[in-house]
Structures are given as C-alpha cells and as structure tokens.
C-alpha cells in the first residue's frame, strides 16, 4: 500500500530541498518514491534527476493539450537512488493558473496508474498560496509535513497550512504529521546556538495549533553548496544526512497524525510576538520622509508648513 505525504511551507523556506534529501534518505531506507513538484518553477526534482526534467505542460503541449495521448514514460524520469520524479510544470509568469496543473497532474496520475506502482510519493507543493489546485495534493495525501525555520514570517504560510489541512481533513483522509524545523543553528554538540536561532518560536506554534516537531536540520553551507553541484546531500557527499533518515524512518512508520487548530492571522501575530499586529482603527499609521514612524499622537503639519 502506497503512503502518500505533502510537504509544503512558505516559499524560500528550503521546502524543495528538504523534500528532495527526504526522498532520497526513504530511497536509502528501501522505499520505491516518486517526488512530485508542483511549482511552476519545476525546480523540485533536479537535484535527484541531475537535471530540469520536462514537465507536464511540456508534454501536454507537444500533444495539443490531449491528455489520452501521455505515457508514462512521457512524465516520469528516473532519477538517484533510483527515486521517480515528475514535474507539473505551469503556464508562464502572469498568464494562467499553475494551481489548475497541479490540479489536473493529480487526476492524470491516477489515469496511467502510477499511484499504486509506488511505496511512497512525495508531493512538494508551493505553500503561500493553499487554495484550488496547490491544495490538490492534500485530498490524496494521507499524511501532510509543514516545513518552517525559526522566524516570525514563516508562520504565517505555516498556519494558512494549517488551516487548508484542517478543511480538507473534513472531506478527506489527510492529517498533519507534523513541523520540520529546517536551518536550526547548531553547536557542535547539536543545541541550539542561542534561543532565536533553536526552534523558540516553533515550538510556540507547535503548541498553538497542536503539532509537533517530527525533523530538526541543521543549516549547513554543504546544504547550499549542493544545491549549486545539483545534487542531493547524499550524492553530494558532504554535510549531515542523518537528520534526513531520522526524519523518513519516522514518516515510514505509520506516524501519530492530528488535525491541527490553525489561528487568526492576528493570533498569529499575538502569539508569536507579543503583540496584535493592528493600529488604531482611527488613527492611520504615519512615517517621516525618511522612513521613521511618527507618535499617532503627534499633531499633524499641513504640507508647506
């Protein structure tokens, strides 16, 4: 029986990469993947194909748009490990609906059967837009992975994440597994450098939603480096792939999954800073000239003045 996952998190997040590296540590462990991308940028998969595979919409334009004619072999690239990968592709900047490929991507892979020919498929999805086909991905996936680092921005996809997680879950058999913490600085001896740099504010989250921590990556210049070579950690050969195999050898597992209690955008603001991210509904916000933001109770100098 065939596990399906969702990885999504904020963009420039290291989603692709973490999903990428993960796919390859369950290769590693004896799964037969297939890793999805679904970006219209199609940069999920080439670190594990050594290239920029061709993408769906490629392939549906060399066909004239009909969808009977694609094989499996039109789509599929093999790729390290031994690990599938396909790309969805999109129409280009500004002209189209990439969410609407994601979504017909999925409905093709259940025509040519490819569902069932896997231990695991990896969907790696764009995670600041989760509505229409971008949330595609979680009405097939039983398990769904939100990737996060340490600061206060990316808590803000993570609980809209959360919240498409939460509806779906209502129609659907998807349920978070859990958060991964990427780009943690690391002593030496693995604790966090300092407190803003551990996972403080991740674990503020994780207790406000109801999710938990299920990977901790440590950031590592071999990370980026690799990215450039193209390759994976794992083929790249340096740097540490052990949190990668952690990380699959628990989503390979059967692993505890919930729904999550996502917040308000405001709560988001209150309850991972302090504060409730709103001005005075009568009084607007003003700045100087150069950026400085002026009292809301200081008086106000008509221009010329």
Not at 226 to 247: C, H, M, W
Not at 285 to 298: C, N
Request: include cysteine; aromatic fraction near 8%.
């Amino acid at each position: 029986m065939s596990v399906f996952i969702s990885v999504y998190g904020k963009g420039g997040i290291g989603k692709s990469t973490t999903s990428s590296n993960l796919s390859v540590a369950m290769a590693t462990l004896g799964a037969n993947v297939l890793q999805i991308g679904c970006d219209p940028k199609h940069d999920s998969t080439f670190t594990i194909a050594g290239e920029l595979v061709p993408t769906v919409i490629d392939v549906l334009q060399e066909v004239n748009y009909h969808m009977e004619e694609i094989t499996v072999d039109d789509v599929i690239r093999h790729g390290y490990m031994g690990v599938d990968v396909l790309e969805t592709g999109g129409p280009p900047a500004g002209a189209g609906c990439g969410g609407y490929v994601v979504g017909e991507t999925t409905k093709l892979l259940n025509e040519l059967n490819l569902y069932d020919a896997y231990d695991v498929v990896l969907f790696d999805v764009l995670g600041d837009v989760v509505c229409g086909g971008f949330a595609a991905p979680l009405q097939k996936s039983e398990y769904a992975c939100i990737v996060t680092t340490n600061d206060f921005d990316s808590f803000f996809a993570a609980n809209r994440i959360c919240a498409a997680i939460d509806f779906k879950s209502r129609r659907h058999e998807v349920r978070l597994a859990g958060v991964i913490a990427n780009r943690l600085v690391m002593e030496a001896d693995g604790t966090p450098f300092n407190g803003q740099a551990g996972t403080d504010l991740i674990d503020t989250f994780c207790d406000r939603v109801g999710a938990k921590i299920i990977g901790r990556i440590p950031q590592h210049d071999a990370v980026r480096r690799s990215r450039i070579a193209g390759k994976t950690l794992f083929e790249f050969g340096e740097g540490n792939v052990q949190p990668y195999l952690d990380l699959a050898e628990y989503l390979l597992n059967e692993p505890e999954k919930y729904c999550p209690k996502p917040m308000t955008d405001r709560e988001v603001f209150s309850v991972i800073s302090g504060w409730k991210g709103e001005e005075s509904p009568t009084k607007p916000r003003r700045t100087t000239p150069s950026g400085d933001r002026i009292p809301l109770d200081a008086p106000l100098v008509a221009a010329g003045d």
